[in-house]
């Protein structure tokens, strides 16, 4: 019902029939999201894979995950192993990115740098890699 915004919440203030003893699914979506009572997407062996915004940093897990989908750096023409790279926002967390796969690329150091060098441009290609260009 959180999902679909169907169906209500309710409180156990002590004070019945006040009015503020039921919430709506908007209203108790955003209490969890303020609560950081956040859903967690779990891997067969319930590793924690996405984490919504309840965590800046990626996890082992998910680093496992990012290993087996990316394999390499994902800069265009890059062969830097994925052992050796630094897990990506794409967007960032401090502009309301989540932690997640779906958010999320292996770069080597150097393309990592580039990524946030506001020098730089990245595009994604019809691979998934990405390419890096200066801006003019």
């Not at 680093?63 to 630094?86: K, M, N, S, V």
Request: glycine share 10%; proline share 3%; hydrophobic share 35%.
């Amino acid at each position: 019902a959180l999902k679909t915004g169907l169906g209500v919440a309710s409180l156990d203030n002590g004070t019945p029939g006040d009015g503020f003893d039921t919430l709506t699914a908007a209203q108790a979506r955003r209490l969890a999201c303020n609560a950081r009572l956040i859903p967690a997407v779990l891997g067969t062996h319930s590793e924690v894979l996405d984490l919504g915004r309840g965590a800046r940093l990626f996890t082992k897990a998910q680093r496992r995950a990012l290993l087996l989908r990316d394999e390499t750096c994902r800069a265009e023409g890059c062969t830097i192993p994925g052992t050796w790279t630094e897990a990506h926002h794409l967007m960032p967390w401090s502009h309301g990115g989540a932690t997640d796969l779906d958010n999320a690329l292996l770069l080597c150091s150097r393309h990592h740098h580039r990524a946030h060098d506001d020098s730089y441009d990245m595009t994604r290609l019809v691979s998934g890699d990405y390419r890096f260009h200066r801006r003019r």
